[in-house]
């Protein structure tokens, strides 16, 4: 498995994890799982171009 492929799959467990659905992450908002979407975002970018 390349290592984009994880990278990947880490990231979108990581937004899952901070999806703020949780008692003890509710206060957050949306601004961890935002951010790490937008992560995922440049990080798919890359990896079309094949710069990753």
């Known amino acids: 498995m390349p290592i984009s492929t994880i990278v990947i799959i880490v990231l979108i467990l ?3 994890g ?7 992450s509710r206060s957050w908002g949306y601004g961890p ?5 937008v992560v995922l975002v440049v990080v798919l970018v890359l ?3 094949g710069r990753l």
Do not use: R
């Open 14 to 16: 990581v937004i899952i």
């Open 18 to 24: 901070a999806v703020p659905a949780w008692p003890h």
């Open 33 to 37: 799982s935002g951010i790490l979407g």
């Open 47 to 49: 990896l079309l171009m």
